[in-house]
């Protein structure tokens, strides 16, 4: 099944074919988000929301509070003076950059220890992930979109569907990863011809179980090709796939996924990039992607 019939524009998605449907039943780990990520979420999506109401969430969970502080306190949000109240925190960040903070913290204790292959571990799946949300971050800063912090949130879940098939499918993962490190192959069509679907349909399943919003839902499902979203939909999903090219290119991380897949001056135009701008955005990654990996990797 593609990810287009799963990725239905209404909550009633198509279900995936039954063995791999009944296969999902059996996620265990990653089968729900924290209660606490769940109310962060609704917050932020409520527009009546408030600094106060988020700040009533998190005071009860003293380690995202920590984790708050200290990212609002790293090179990573670069602010002039360092902050010691969570209330401040909060309204300094905005609602959007605490919820990535939320999402971060849950993701990343998701990780498995047991290897993908004997050239990847869990830790480089969540290091490629950070690394495309800096990278979606700072091309959404370059073209002047006002939604960084989605596009920052979109590139940490894209992935989502790798995580999925990590536990419900190890040894055909590494088959995969094995497959497509001794050889430049389409890493979808890989997935699809061994496991019968692609982590971008597993990813797209799982945001829909979560309730993400459609932009979310959208990069997680359509990363390896926005072409096919409404126009509302793909900026956001185009931040997310060229930032993923880049960082396999780059490989940071789980580099496999999008080795085939180049960035097009027609890509760049549809966010308002040229080549130029690219390189120099591109020569700013590896000091922003250790300064986060250090801030969200961090339990």
């Not at 039943?25 to 606490?36: H, N, R």
């Not at 050889?183 to 829909?208: K, Y």
Request: net charge negative.
């Amino acid at each position: 099944m593609s990810t287009a019939e799963l990725l239905a524009p209404h909550p009633s998605a198509p279900a995936l074919p039954p063995h791999l449907q009944s296969a999902m039943a059996k996620v265990t780990e990653i089968s729900a988000l924290p209660e606490i990520t769940v109310k962060i979420m609704d917050v932020v999506e409520d527009p009546k929301a408030s600094a106060h109401d988020m700040h009533d969430i998190v005071k009860n969970d003293p380690a995202l509070a920590a984790k708050i502080l200290k990212v609002v306190n790293s090179a990573f949000y670069g602010l002039p003076s360092q902050i010691s109240s969570l209330d401040r925190a909060i309204v300094m960040l905005g609602l959007s950059a605490v919820k990535n903070i939320a999402l971060a913290a849950s993701l990343s204790r998701m990780f498995t220890p047991q290897p993908i292959s004997e050239h990847f571990a869990p830790k480089d799946l969540w290091t490629h992930s950070i690394s495309v949300g800096v990278c979606a971050k700072l091309l959404a800063k370059a073209g002047g979109r006002d939604f960084a912090e989605e596009a920052f949130v979109a590139g940490l879940v894209h992935d989502m569907g790798l995580l999925v098939e990590h536990q419900l499918f190890p040894d055909k993962l590494r088959t995969i990863a094995v497959r497509c490190h001794s050889e430049p192959l389409n890493f979808c069509q890989v997935e699809a011809e061994v496991i019968g679907a692609d982590h971008p349909t597993f990813g797209a399943a799982l945001a829909a179980k979560w309730k993400f919003p459609p932009g979310l839902r959208s990069a997680i499902g359509y990363h390896h090709d926005p072409s096919h979203l409404k126009p509302e939909l793909r900026k956001l999903t185009t931040y997310v796939n060229i930032a993923d090219v880049l960082c396999c290119q780059a490989r940071y991380g789980f580099w496999l996924t999008a080795q085939t897949q180049a960035v097009t001056e027609e890509m760049l135009e549809s966010i308002g990039l040229t080549p130029a701008t690219l390189a120099d955005l591109t020569a700013k990654l590896p000091e922003l992607v250790a300064e986060a990996s250090s801030v969200f990797g961090e339990q």
